[in-house]
């Protein structure tokens, strides 16, 4: 997560004064990038995925699973394994990478090298990511185990959820409910989490509906809240109003940084490639939300949502009153109208079918800064892109950064880029390595299986394939885009809810090399679908459409490929199949049938600590290839519930 500098960090009041700075110098870096890489090309498709994992800790004495706090220490020891992989090479094998989160008990992990573009290497993937399940178990304590879970669903709750136990206090975070002693000790992270409740000028206000179940009372305030505290000055937010009526309150950046994901990159084999994937895949970050949604828990009570997405918005959405709107602009500059982490703003490809009613007209954007991109040779799509990113202020400055020479460094870059979290991320080279133009598809729930997580990985590739072999359009406003992206939080929103697609995916050819730009209304262009319709198609007159599996199947009997290849590429088609058609069930849906079966729920929306330690094992055998072990997990799973 973001640049992980050594150095001494400024506090806020400090670090606003030097914000203008560090705007300057990172559009200074960016422009150098630009003009020594806009023209890289690559011949094959790299690409990696990004794995994350909570750390589990169990009292077996009190059935209690709880979050381990010994990331350093597991950190550590995977260290000495990959440098120990470095001395000793294996030929064709390549230790895979572990790295620390903003939680001190989660772990990222990467493959040790990139994928390549070969049909072999795509199956490879669900190996790579059993063996760092496996790796990642085999450093940790005998009570402790690596879960791919999009939320913990006892953070913050009464009561002890982390080991050790620590109360729920702090002055970074200043929290009522989590403490300052669960945030990543790297002095990057608490100080984020200051910046951004001071730069606010209150603690974040995370608001998620609470689930009416039959016993929960009405109307529901949450019970946790502590009303009457007074250590800090922040401790006034609840009573002047930050917790809504019948939502779950959460007020610190651990609660959606505390969340975990799976992210997918790409490289591309040059710059106006890139963009091509950064704006195709962009409307395909809602649908694969809904599809992968897994988190209908927070703080110990269920929620009437089923993905993470907006609790991480909220997390960190750093906007002011002015900002928000809630007060006259005075001090501020702009009217924001999203956090830093939401979905996307703008398109930034080159195509010609790219029309403008597609973006935003209203587009908050640094005009200084578009100016100045353009007159260095961007253009203006793109400088608009990088002009909307540049009006958020850069939250953690280390003083040593400010006094080094820029030249030849992105870090001033990074540290605007990095902190705007829109479910799409534009990468441009780093200096000084060999990497080119990369795209970052951030939108995916983590699944509760490797197999899971290959297949959704696996699709997203085979996508990428067959809108660059057959110049498929996804184009619709950005603004439904935005609309998508909340419905997508509806529980059980993939069979429940219909969300705006493209109808006609295919260009029309114009003197055969450029494709024409379509004529007539846009809202001609795209319609209501459900996500069955989207990923398998729909054969209704009305309404037809191809449908992306469909399309990537036809892709894939155009290519070479072998018998074999093809078969195992399948299943997971057939899972993310059967997953949109609902035939099987989505890991939040499972996750609310497991709880409303446990003979501790009462149907008050309470998840108890005996529900929780039960459900935590039941996750960490489903990661294990133990689903026959598991209620339920044919639901989730069907025939490949006990795939090992």
């Known amino acids: 997560?973001?640049?992980?500098?050594?150095?001494?960090?400024?506090?806020?009041?400090?670090?606003?004064?030097?914000?203008?700075?560090?705007?300057?110098?990172?559009?200074?870096?960016?422009?150098?990038?630009?003009?020594?890489?806009?023209?890289?090309?690559?011949?094959?498709?790299l690409w990696g995925d990004e794995i994350e994992y909570l750390v589990v800790s169990y009292d077996e004495e009190n059935k209690n699973a709880r979050l381990s706090l010994r990331q350093e220490e597991i950190l550590e020891a995977l260290g000495k394994l990959k440098q120990k992989a470095k001395e000793n090479p294996v030929d064709g094998e390549v230790a895979p990478t572990f790295h620390p989160e903003f939680g001190r008990f989660m772990l990222e992990s990467t493959p040790g090298a990139p994928y390549g573009g070969s049909w072999g290497s795509l199956l490879t993937v669900e190996k790579n990511m059993k063996l760092r399940r496996?790796?990642?178990?085999?450093?940790?304590?005998?009570?402790?185990?690596?879960?791919?879970?999009?939320?913990?669903?006892?953070?913050?709750?009464?009561?002890?959820?982390?080991?050790?136990?620590?109360?729920?206090?702090?002055?970074?975070?200043?929290?009522?409910?989590?403490?300052?002693?669960?945030?990543?000790?790297?002095?990057?992270?608490?100080?984020?989490?200051?910046?951004?409740?001071?730069?606010?000028?209150?603690?974040?206000?995370?608001?998620?509906?609470?689930?009416?179940?039959?016993?929960?009372?009405?109307?529901?305030?949450?019970?946790?809240?502590?009303?009457?505290?007074?250590?800090?000055?922040?401790?006034?937010?609840?009573?002047?109003?930050?917790?809504?009526?019948?939502?779950?309150?959460?007020?610190?950046?651990?609660?959606?940084?505390?969340?975990?994901?799976?992210?997918?990159?790409?490289?591309?084999?040059?710059?106006?490639?890139?963009?091509?994937?950064?704006?195709?895949l962009a409307p395909m970050g809602p649908i694969m939300l809904a599809l992968?949604?897994?988190?209908?828990?927070?703080?110990?009570?269920?929620?009437?949502?089923?993905?993470?997405?907006?609790?991480?918005?909220?997390?960190?959405?750093?906007?002011?009153?002015?900002?928000?709107?809630?007060?006259p602009l005075d001090k501020n500059r702009w009217k924001i109208p999203k956090s830093r982490y939401a979905s996307v703003s703008t398109y930034i490809s080159e195509d010609p079918r790219l029309r403008p009613e597609y973006n935003d007209p209203d587009l908050i954007i640094d005009k200084d800064i578009k100016q100045e991109l353009m007159n260095n040779g961007m253009d203006e799509k793109l400088a608009t892109h990088f002009a909307h990113l540049f009006i958020r202020d850069p939250l953690v400055i280390f003083n040593e950064t400010l006094e080094a020479s820029p030249e030849g460094l992105s870090d001033h870059f990074e540290n605007i880029q990095s902190t705007n979290w829109q479910h799409m991320r534009f990468k441009p080279p780093p200096p000084g390595e060999n990497i080119g133009w990369r795209v970052e598809f951030r939108s995916m729930e983590i699944q509760l299986t490797d197999f899971e997580n290959a297949a959704y990985a696996i699709f997203i590739v085979l996508?990428?394939?067959?809108?660059?072999s057959y110049g498929l359009n996804f184009y619709i406003p950005i603004s439904k885009v935005h609309e998508n992206m909340e419905?997508?939080?509806?529980?059980?929103?993939?069979?429940?809810?219909?969300?705006?697609?493209?109808?006609?995916?295919?260009?029309?050819?114009?003197?055969?090399?450029?494709?024409?730009?379509?004529?007539?209304?846009?809202?001609?262009?795209?319609?209501?679908?459900?996500?069955?319709?989207?990923?398998?198609?729909?054969?209704?007159?009305?309404?037809?459409?191809?449908?992306?599996?469909?399309?990537?199947?036809?892709?894939?009997?155009?290519?070479?490929?072998?018998?074999?290849?093809?078969?195992?590429?399948?299943?997971?088609?057939?899972?993310?199949?059967?997953?949109?058609?609902?035939?099987?069930?989505?890991?939040?849906?499972?996750?609310?049938?497991?709880?409303?079966?446990?003979?501790?729920?009462k149907k008050d929306s309470v998840v108890g600590e005996r529900i929780n330690y039960d459900l935590i094992k039941a996750v960490e055998k489903l990661g294990m290839g133990r689903g026959a072990e598991v209620e339920g997990a044919s639901r989730l799973l069907g025939r490949y519930a006990n795939r090992a």
């Not at 997390?315 to 002011?320: G, L, Q, W, Y």
């Not at 996508?463 to 660059?468: E, F």
């Not at 001609?524 to 459900?530: M, V």
């Open 487 to 601: 419905t997508a939080h509806a529980r059980d929103a993939l069979n429940t809810k219909k969300f705006w697609f493209r109808k006609d995916i295919f260009h029309e050819s114009g003197d055969g090399t450029e494709a024409v730009p379509a004529q007539g209304p846009v809202e001609d262009e795209y319609s209501l679908f459900t996500i069955n319709e989207i990923i398998n198609g729909s054969r209704s007159t009305e309404n037809y459409f191809i449908g992306l599996i469909p399309l990537i199947e036809s892709y894939l009997n155009a290519v070479n490929i072998d018998v074999e290849t093809r078969c195992e590429f399948s299943d997971y088609l057939d899972l993310v199949s059967k997953r949109a058609s609902g035939e099987l069930i989505t890991g939040a849906k499972w996750i609310r049938e497991f709880i409303a079966a446990h003979p501790d729920y």
């Open 292 to 327: 992968t949604a897994a988190a209908p828990v927070f703080k110990g009570f269920l929620a009437d949502v089923d993905v993470r997405w907006n609790v991480i918005s909220g997390a960190v959405d750093d906007r002011t009153d002015e900002e928000r709107g809630v007060k």
């Open 1 to 45: 997560m973001g640049l992980l500098a050594l150095g001494t960090p400024m506090p806020w009041p400090e670090a606003h004064k030097h914000a203008d700075e560090v705007r300057r110098l990172g559009i200074q870096q960016l422009l150098s990038i630009w003009n020594k890489f806009r023209g890289n090309e690559r011949d094959v498709l």
């Open 134 to 280: 496996k790796i990642a178990k085999d450093h940790m304590a005998p009570h402790e185990a690596p879960i791919t879970l999009t939320s913990f669903p006892r953070l913050g709750s009464p009561g002890v959820f982390t080991d050790p136990y620590y109360p729920p206090t702090g002055s970074k975070s200043r929290s009522q409910f989590l403490p300052d002693e669960l945030i990543n000790l790297h002095i990057r992270f608490p100080t984020l989490a200051a910046n951004i409740r001071s730069r606010r000028g209150a603690k974040v206000a995370i608001n998620m509906p609470i689930f009416y179940d039959e016993n929960t009372p009405k109307p529901f305030n949450d019970p946790t809240i502590d009303y009457d505290r007074h250590l800090y000055p922040e401790d006034d937010d609840v009573r002047n109003g930050a917790a809504k009526e019948g939502h779950i309150y959460m007020d610190a950046m651990g609660f959606g940084m505390g969340c975990c994901c799976l992210q997918i990159t790409f490289q591309a084999k040059s710059v106006s490639e890139a963009r091509t994937l950064y704006d195709q």
């Open 463 to 468: 996508l990428t394939r067959a809108i660059l």
